[in-house]
């Protein structure tokens, strides 16, 4: 959400000016309206409404929408139907109705998301090393719910992230992750160095977030067709501590692979990125960014409509 000039970012030790101080204060308190409704409707009805909203969205943002048709044109080599770009504005709405379901105390992960068993394998033997794990992940599906879900499994998972231009909407995100187990390193505070450092040394997982570009130490690169920024920070960090590169994503349920007893699911799908033929330095940083690009690029292709990434320019 927009917060004005650069220099009013609290993050960077900026301070708000009355107009948006008087703006975030009514953007929060409509947030804590719209959450405290949300969490009183039965999980259809927030479903229903959520889905309705990506459908309104659709309609009225004509710029959103030919951001979102530009960019699945570029991945798939051509231009894509109209209903493909209706489904990803859906199947946002949907993603946010599955984020709000989490802030739900009885909501398990896995009642909507499976964890695929050879991606469970992999990820064991890779934490098995104890040399730590740097986890590689898009916003592709419920990323929030797959970090949930390894928990569950019993995997320890930190996850990287960027507090938001508002500490009350941060907190907002911690009610999602904390009460399940997931921890958060925020990069822009001190030490969080450090803390990503320490929880590989630990032997655990750091889970990093890198198909739409950010403010951090970036290189050029090409996902899903389109030229963009690649944050280069998780290969480095990889290669410096030789640690475990992982790629992890949410994925459509695959025909016949429900397990017996249990629902149809969307489903996590691990796969490790070899690394042991790499050197440390600029030229194995970019050809380890370069593997994890293209993974991904084959990741978001199988499920277009589910890549939150559509909507972010390149």
């Known amino acids: 959400m927009p917060t004005g000039s650069i220099d009013a970012d609290l993050r960077e030790g900026g301070a708000w000016s009355?107009?948006?101080?008087?703006?975030?204060?009514?953007?929060?308190?409509?947030?804590?309206?719209?959450?405290?409704?949300?969490?009183?409707?039965?999980?259809?009805?927030?479903?229903?409404?959520?889905?309705?909203?990506?459908?309104?969205?659709?309609?009225?943002?004509?710029?959103?929408?030919?951001i979102v048709h530009a960019r699945l044109g570029a991945g798939l080599g051509r231009a894509p139907e109209g209903a493909l770009v209706r489904d990803t504005f859906i199947t946002a709405g949907e993603m946010l109705a599955d984020m709000l379901a989490l802030l739900r105390p009885d909501e398990r992960a896995s009642s909507a998301l499976a964890l695929d068993r050879d991606g469970e394998r992999v990820f064991a033997e890779a934490l098995g090393e104890r040399r730590g794990v740097v986890f590689v992940a898009a916003h592709l599906g419920s990323w929030e719910?797959?970090?949930?879900?390894?928990?569950?499994?019993?995997?320890?998972?930190s996850t990287v992230a960027r507090e938001s231009y508002d500490p009350r909407l941060t907190q907002i995100y911690e009610r999602i992750r904390h009460p399940r187990g997931v921890r958060s390193?925020?990069?822009g505070r001190p030490g969080a160095a450090v803390s990503i450092v320490r929880e590989l040394a630990a032997g655990r997982a750091v889970g990093f977030l890198v198909d739409v570009?950010?403010?951090?130490?970036?290189?050029?690169g090409r996902l899903f067709g389109s030229d963009t920024r690649i944050p280069v920070g998780p290969a480095r960090i990889a290669l410096a501590r030789r640690a475990a590169v992982l790629i992890g994503t949410c994925?459509?349920?695959?025909?016949?692979?429900?397990?017996?007893g249990e629902p149809h699911l969307p489903r996590v799908?691990?796969?490790?990125?070899?690394?042991?033929?790499?050197?440390?330095?600029?030229?194995?940083?970019?050809?380890?960014?370069?593997?994890?690009?293209?993974?991904?690029?084959?990741?978001i292709a199988a499920w277009p409509a589910a890549w939150f990434g559509a909507f972010a320019a390149p």
């Open 213 to 220: 570009p950010a403010r951090v130490p970036s290189v050029p």
């Open 18 to 66: 009355r107009p948006q101080r008087i703006k975030n204060h009514v953007i929060h308190a409509l947030v804590r309206a719209a959450l405290a409704v949300a969490l009183l409707l039965p999980q259809r009805f927030l479903r229903a409404a959520c889905v309705a909203l990506g459908r309104a969205c659709h309609r009225l943002l004509s710029r959103e929408r030919r």
């Open 251 to 260: 994925a459509p349920p695959a025909p016949g692979d429900a397990r017996a």
């Open 145 to 157: 719910r797959m970090a949930a879900l390894l928990v569950e499994h019993g995997f320890p998972v």
């Open 269 to 299: 799908l691990i796969t490790r990125i070899p690394t042991d033929d790499l050197p440390r330095g600029e030229e194995g940083e970019r050809v380890l960014v370069e593997r994890i690009t293209e993974e991904l690029t084959q990741r």
């Open 185 to 187: 390193i925020y990069r």
